[in-house]
């Protein structure tokens, strides 16, 4: 049976896009825990973490080489790719967001906006990449969630949407108050530290201080989205069905972006974080149809399962598995045993082996539709970069925008 378009709806293909050392690894390393697809939480200090596959990136620390690890969350399924959050791997980053559909951006509570998160911003900016951000670490000594939010609207430009307040600030900081749904998310600190967030009514002191900063979002929301500015003419204020709407067109449109907060490693945050991921963030049926060329013609492809296969290699690693190419499925359906072709080397290759690649294991699958993204075994010419097709069907995918030069970081 063919995946139809609706299980396209439920997919997301989300990049996590950080300055080196604000939390890429650890809110990854999260994500993965409260998708429940790991059940042992990896830390980055012991070097156990499950998406650093490398050796040599465990050494240093950093993550080094691009990998894609498939979730679920609340019925979807989340496509985590990996970005590189080292200066030097400009390329990668450029070759990963090629791929996205949407990202997070991780900052540090207490840094704010760092060089290197401008350059990794605006390479979004030049794919399109819709984006929301999480400002993490607000349990460190200093973090200070509006003082971040001015840091990316000064050096980034884009029109914050401060969904969260913060409940309690540095080693006190125990929750968040959700200004869409005006509900209090408070996490328990159970001794393992993976708390699951209780839900309630908005503490008392904060009432005040939270209907202000509702307040202040539905303005801003209303001079950006004409649905929400009629809503808010007629009512005086905004619904919560309409204020999520409106979030969610304006981060698909890039007219605004998304802010919440939390402290990863205290493992609070995270669930509002993939939340938002799938309610504001776009499937790949909310993409433009991706553009290729054939003999001198441009041609555009839609990502449905019934049109010829295309897709895109954005990284080969070799794995204890063999050489496995990752591949964003563009168009069509792709089945183990297909003869693809690659109009960049013109040669024909065989799928060996079709593979999801959880955190912790390979799924093998008879087939991948438009809009996900597997590892192909067995394709053994093919690179980074390169494009495979349907024989019958030629395309050449448009190359990726080329890297800017990057100014180092001091
Ligand atoms: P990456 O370089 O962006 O992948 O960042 P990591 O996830 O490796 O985190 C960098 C450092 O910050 C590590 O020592 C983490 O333990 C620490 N860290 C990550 N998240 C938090 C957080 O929410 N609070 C605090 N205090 N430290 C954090």
Not at 223 to 235: G, I, K, S, V
Request: hydrophobic share 40%; with cysteine.
């Amino acid at each position: 049976m063919r995946t139809n378009t609706t299980t396209l709806a439920a997919v997301r293909n989300l990049g996590i896009l950080a300055h080196v050392d604000a939390g890429k690894t650890t809110v990854t390393e999260r994500i993965l825990y409260a998708t429940g697809t790991t059940h042992k939480r990896g830390e980055v200090h012991d070097g156990t973490t499950v998406t650093d596959f490398d050796p040599q990136e465990r050494d240093r620390g950093i993550t080094i080489f691009a990998a894609a690890v498939s979730c679920a969350w609340d019925g979807r399924r989340i496509n985590l790719i990996d970005t590189p959050g080292h200066v030097d791997f400009a390329d990668e980053v450029e070759r990963s967001l090629r791929v996205l559909d949407g990202a997070i951006a991780v900052f540090d509570a207490v840094a704010g906006v760092e060089p290197q998160s401008e350059s990794v911003w605006r390479q979004a900016d030049r794919h399109g990449v819709p984006r929301i951000a999480f400002v993490n670490k607000m349990d460190r000594a200093g973090a200070d969630l509006d003082r971040a939010v001015e840091s990316i609207r000064q050096r980034l430009h884009p029109v914050p949407l401060v969904v969260q307040l913060p409940i309690g600030a540095e080693d006190g900081f125990t929750g968040v108050v959700d200004l869409v749904r005006m509900r209090s998310l408070v996490w328990a600190t159970d001794p393992d530290g993976a708390g699951t967030a209780v839900e309630g009514p908005v503490p008392e002191p904060l009432r005040q201080e939270a209907a202000r900063r509702r307040r202040a979002l539905e303005e801003t929301v209303a001079e950006l989205h004409p649905a929400a500015l009629e809503e808010f003419c007629d009512r005086g204020t905004l619904g919560s069905g309409t204020l999520a709407e409106a979030l969610r067109d304006l981060t698909r449109t890039g007219g605004g972006v998304v802010v919440l907060c939390g402290s990863a490693y205290r493992n609070r945050g995270i669930e509002p974080l993939l939340d938002a991921v799938v309610a504001y963030l776009p499937s790949p049926l909310d993409v433009p149809a991706v553009r290729g060329v054939h003999e001198g013609t441009e041609q555009q492809r839609a990502a449905d399962p019934e049109v010829p296969f295309a897709g895109l290699v954005f990284k080969v690693h070799a794995s204890t598995t063999g050489r496995l190419a990752y591949v964003r499925v563009y168009a069509g359906t792709i089945e183990k045993g297909d003869t693809v072709w690659d109009p960049g080397t013109g040669r024909t290759e065989r799928v060996a082996r079709i593979l999801r690649v959880m955190a912790d294991r390979h799924v093998q699958l008879d087939r991948a539709v438009a809009g996900d993204i597997v590892a192909l075994a067995g394709v053994k010419s093919a690179r980074t970069g390169s494009t495979l097709c349907d024989p019958g069907a030629p395309l050449l995918l448009e190359p990726p925008v080329a890297a800017e030069p990057v100014v180092s970081v001091a």
